[in-house]
């Protein structure tokens, strides 16, 4: 079973940082719009649609990848301090009333969507159209994944249940955690308060 999940989790990571280069498209094209708008007075009547649609590809496409790696952000304050099997609870409650049906209901009508759009050929309203049909289809693609690793989790809450503890996720890049990084280092606050070389700049020339 275990070897499944870390098997979707590695799905989800590998769709989630290909789908990342668009960042990098974007990037680019922002800026040779700039450039041939301001500097050789040439704009694009399509370059803010592809924006709009780059940037619809990196929002969606992250979804699965950010809940493998339980980045979703969490409202509830006190969840951490809750013990695991409360915790399972909580999430596999949420799943079942509010993921799965929202989840299915953006992927099915995603995929009608993108049915309609193909049907007809659809295109932006502008003087140089793009098509907008296969964009649309990441919609269903991108609902499909998340159904999947959504599935995974619930599949985690009940392995959680049953054993009381999480079992374990694909490694992959984390925040860097200030106090965990002084436990690394055995650095100390007043290690650094006394060593003025760790200090910031402007705070070793107040001290001196």
């Given at each position: 079973?275990?070897?499944?999940?870390?098997?979707?989790?590695?799905?989800?990571?590998?769709?989630?940082?290909?789908?990342?280069?668009?960042?990098?498209?974007?990037?680019?094209?922002?800026?040779?719009?700039?450039?041939?708008?301001?500097?050789?007075?040439?704009?694009?009547?399509?370059?803010?649609?592809?924006?709009?649609?780059?940037?619809?590809?990196?929002?969606?496409?992250?979804?699965?990848?950010?809940?493998?790696?339980?980045?979703?952000?969490?409202?509830?304050?006190l969840y951490g301090f809750f013990r695991p099997r409360t915790q399972a609870t909580i999430d596999l409650t949420l799943y079942i009333v509010f993921f799965l049906p929202g989840v299915v209901a953006m992927?099915?009508?995603?995929?009608?969507?993108?049915?309609?759009?193909?049907?007809?050929?659809?295109?932006?309203?502008?003087?140089?159209?793009?098509?907008?049909?296969?964009?649309?289809?990441?919609?269903p693609i991108a609902g499909a994944f998340l159904l999947l690793q959504g599935l995974v989790e619930i599949a985690r809450c009940v392995i959680c249940l049953r054993d009381g503890v999480w079992p374990s996720r694909e490694a992959d890049v984390e925040e860097v955690d200030v106090d965990k990084l002084k436990e690394m280092v055995h650095v100390s606050d007043d290690y650094i308060g006394h060593d003025k070389s760790l200090l910031p700049p402007a705070q070793r020339q107040e001290g001196a």
């Open positions: 079973m275990q070897k499944a999940l870390l098997a979707v989790d590695r799905l989800s990571t590998f769709v989630g940082k290909a789908s990342a280069w668009s960042a990098v498209a974007l990037t680019l094209l922002i800026t040779w719009e700039v450039f041939s708008r301001y500097v050789l007075n040439h704009p694009h009547g399509w370059v803010l649609d592809a924006q709009i649609m780059l940037y619809g590809v990196l929002f969606m496409m992250a979804g699965a990848y950010t809940l493998a790696k339980n980045g979703h952000v969490r409202g509830d304050v992927t099915w009508a995603g995929w009608t969507f993108a049915q309609e759009s193909l049907a007809i050929r659809e295109t932006t309203f502008n003087a140089d159209p793009l098509p907008i049909y296969p964009f649309k289809f990441v919609i």
